[in-house]
Each structure stands twice: as structure tokens, then as C-alpha cells.
């Protein structure tokens, strides 16, 4: 089945202790993305990776960090996590940048900072 | 950067057409997508818009106007299972691998 998957789905961690989002795609997409959402504020990007070590901002990279070392994977890592990164969050694919206007997303994890 | 605005509320009734608003400021454009997000799940997509004109699939229906900035998701026949958030979403035609994400409609499909 055709996907992409996000773990873990639901994490609660205490300021400052370094945690990884993973995110995976089975399609062989080239483009990836990372989104966060926040209630009344819909999704807003992280960063994005239009292929293997290409990698870019988005709208909030503030306090992340991503890597792109395979196709199929593209983890999330907050180094320091802190109270207002607390959100939901969710990974993306499209076939390329140039389909990036239609994106598979993830189920979602939902992270509490404390 | 990029700005769109669309309501945040609209409620019909089953059966009923509706139609949900997306304008756009953006310093550059390529395209304007839709996507449905049902509470606590993924978003996914449903529509997109490249030129001036109506896209059909079947029971919804999107449309763009590049010279007024603007564009809407049609809904019809609504059904309940159509209650969810829809979402306008924005490509950078300077940067293909941005997007903007508007704040999202919440439909909700009264019986």
C-alpha cells in the first residue's frame, strides 16, 4: 500500500531533551515536507527536500532541523525542544517539486513539550 | 511571501451546494490547490488549479481566476461524511518546493 509513515504518533517529552520525528515514503517520491499545525492556524512548513541532501526552509525552521540521506526517509529533529513547539505534526510527498502541488501526508504526530 | 484567506466557518444542509472562498496575496504564483482534513486526520487531496477555469471530480468542482486573485471549491450534493476542514494551499512559482497553507474552512453538513 502506497503511504507514508510517521512515528511516533504521539510523544510527550520535557523542554530541552532532543527527539527525532521520523517520516517515511514507500512511493519513490522526490519531494518531501514537513508541516506543523496549530489550532486556527492550518499547516504551516517547516522544510522541504526536493530530492537526496536537498533541503531548504520553509515558512518556520526555527528550532528544527532536517536531513535527507535516502529517498524514502526524511526525519525530523528538534535538537531542544521547547513549550511552543508543541503541535501537531505532519510529513508530506509528492511525486516531485514539480507535483508539489499535490501532497500525500502522513497520519500525524502529535507532540506535548512540557 | 504568501497570504490567503478563506472563511473559517460555513454550515449547509445535506443536499445542499456550497462554495468555500480562497483569495490569495502572493509575490509569486503557480498554482492553487485544495485539500480536505476530517478532525484529527491527515489532510488529503483534492483538487488543483493550474489555469484560469473550473476543474470537475465529480461531486466537487474548483476554480481560479489569476486575475482577480482568486479561487473556490464547490461542493454539491453535500453529504455528511463532507464535514471536515477544507484547505486552499499556494506554490511559489519562484520556488517550487514552498507552500502556503490558508487557515482552513470548517464545513460542517447539517441533516
Known amino acids: 500500500e502506497a503511504q507514508v509513515t510517521q512515528n511516533p504518533r504521539y510523544l510527550i517529552t520535557v523542554t530541552g531533551k532532543k527527539l527525532t520525528v521520523t517520516c517515511s515514503q514507500n512511493?519513490?517520491?522526490?519531494?518531501m515536507s514537513w508541516y506543523r499545525q496549530d489550532p486556527g492556524l492550518g499547516l504551516r512548513q517547516i522544510y522541504y527536500?526536493?530530492?537526496?541532501?536537498?533541503?531548504d526552509k520553509g515558512d518556520v525552521p526555527e528550532g528544527y532541523k532536517v536531513s535527507r540521506k535516502e529517498k524514502r526517509n526524511f526525519p525530523l529533529i528538534l535538537e531542544s525542544p521547547s513549550p511552543n513547539q508543541t503541535s501537531l505534526y505532519f510529513c508530506?510527498?509528492?511525486?516531485?517539486?514539480?507535483?508539489?502541488?499535490?501532497?500525500?501526508f502522513g497520519p500525524g504526530t502529535r507532540l506535548t513539550v512540557t | 511571501g504568501q497570504s490567503l484567506e478563506q472563511p473559517s466557518e460555513v454550515t449547509a444542509v445535506e443536499g445542499a451546494i456550497v462554495q468555500i472562498n480562497c483569495t490569495y496575496q502572493t509575490s509569486g504564483f503557480y498554482g492553487l490547490s485544495w485539500y480536505q482534513q476530517h478532525d484529527g486526520g491527515a489532510p488529503t487531496f483534492l483538487s488543483y488549479n493550474g489555469l484560469d477555469g473550473l476543474e470537475e471530480t465529480g461531486r466537487f468542482s474548483s476554480f481560479l481566476s489569476r486575475s482577480d486573485s482568486y479561487g473556490y471549491l464547490l461542493l454539491q450534493e453535500l453529504q455528511m461524511k463532507d464535514s471536515a476542514s477544507y484547505f486552499c494551499?499556494?506554490?511559489?512559482?519562484?520556488?517550487?518546493?514552498?507552500?502556503?497553507f490558508g487557515d482552513g474552512t470548517t464545513l460542517t453538513v447539517k441533516p
Open positions: 494551499a499556494v506554490r511559489e512559482d519562484t520556488n517550487a518546493g514552498k507552500s502556503t
Open positions: 508530506a510527498s509528492s511525486l516531485s517539486s514539480g507535483t508539489s502541488y499535490e501532497q500525500y
Open positions: 512511493m519513490n517520491h522526490e519531494y
Open positions: 527536500s526536493m530530492n537526496v541532501e536537498v533541503t
